[in-house]
């Protein structure tokens, strides 16, 4: 097995969870939060598997926005996707409940 293959992607990305008027939750978001990651538009169901992880550990509010980690299960068709400055939605199923754009990656 390649080692390298089994590293996860990680990204440094600002995360925006909707406010609740706006269709968002109602409750805050914690770290090691696990949505699914869309990098297409409302209509794709070809999702990522990502843990969010930030500092300082304190709930993300709706309507709130956090400079966070993602680990991406290290899927090859995700690496044309993470390029600084791209966007992507945050859901939870199928519900929108947030975005993300991505700041950095680290080792791809």
């Known amino acids: 097995m390649n ?3 089994s590293n996860p992607f990680t990204v440094r990305a600002r995360l925006r969870i909707l406010a609740t008027q706006l269709g968002g939750p109602s409750t805050p978001r914690n770290p090691q939060y696990r949505p699914n990651h869309n990098f297409g538009d409302e209509q794709n169901r070809n999702f990522f598997i990502g843990f969010i992880d930030w500092n300082p550990p304190t709930p993300i509010e ?3 926005e956090r400079e966070v980690v993602v680990q ?4 090859p068709s995700l ?3 993470l390029t600084p400055g791209r966007r992507w939605r ?3 199923g199928s519900s929108l409940v947030g975005s993300a754009e991505l700041l950095d990656v680290e080792g791809l």
């Open 3 to 5: 080692v390298e293959s």
């Open 72 to 75: 991406f299960f290290p899927e």
């Open 62 to 64: 709706p309507g709130e």
């Open 79 to 81: 690496r044309p996707y």
């Open 90 to 92: 945050i859901q939870e």
